[in-house]
């Protein structure tokens, strides 16, 4: 496949095209998103369609979702799964991943990422700019691991969760479903699901949905 489409033209997928370029695998990268009415340009890469004509381009075509938006992407991803589409992931050249870990479908990993022995990073995931992931992890579908955030190993990461901008967690914890963990947070001990975790060291702020 040398054409790769990304769904979702926002300042994240600029980052996925980017990194995406610098693989050197694919000679053309264009963009899917419902803004198409409104721009055809996501800085130099072409906006071709909205969202859902992605099947008008499921032949001899690699795709990748790219919405920050945790729910968003799972629930485009599972279209495009059940279509039949070629969801690959996009991985930094200069991310180190051990050989002994396992990396799903539609993950996006980007500049600078380790990813350590026996972690299991599932589909459609965001490891972001800098994040560390150490060994023996499981981070459930469609989790965002923002920039400089540092996971210790034997960590256990539930479907649909944030961890902010610079925060930490302990070896061992769970982060239940749809944890959300704030900026420079410390998580030292396991949260329950659905809801927001913020400080030093991390207490329960609210429920979410």
């Not at 190993?153 to 479903?177: K, R």
Request: proline residues 2%.
């Amino acid at each position: 496949m040398n054409t790769l489409i990304i769904i979702g033209a926002g300042g994240h997928g600029r980052v996925v095209a980017d990194c995406a370029e610098q693989t050197k695998r694919y000679q053309k990268i264009v963009f899917l998103d419902d803004c198409y009415s409104q721009r055809k340009k996501n800085l130099h890469w072409d906006i071709i369609g909205s969202t859902d004509s992605f099947i008008h381009h499921i032949d001899n075509t690699d795709f990748v979702v790219a919405f920050g938006n945790n729910k968003l992407r799972g629930q485009i991803l599972e279209k495009l799964l059940k279509a039949k589409a070629n969801v690959v992931s996009v991985i930094h050249p200069t991310a180190y991943i051990s050989p002994y870990s396992k990396i799903g479908i539609g993950v996006v990993i980007f500049a600078n990422v380790v990813i350590n022995i026996g972690s299991n990073i599932q589909d459609g995931c965001i490891i972001n700019t800098s994040a560390s992931v150490d060994h023996d992890c499981v981070i459930e579908p469609n989790v965002h691991i923002s920039p400089g955030a540092h996971i210790a190993g034997g960590v256990n990461i539930g479907a649909y969760s944030w961890v902010g901008i610079g925060a930490s967690i302990i070896e061992c914890v769970t982060l239940n479903e749809n944890t959300q963990i704030a900026a420079g947070a410390a998580v030292t001990q396991s949260t329950q699901a659905n809801a927001l975790y913020a400080g030093i060291p991390a207490m329960f702020k609210k429920i979410i949905k």
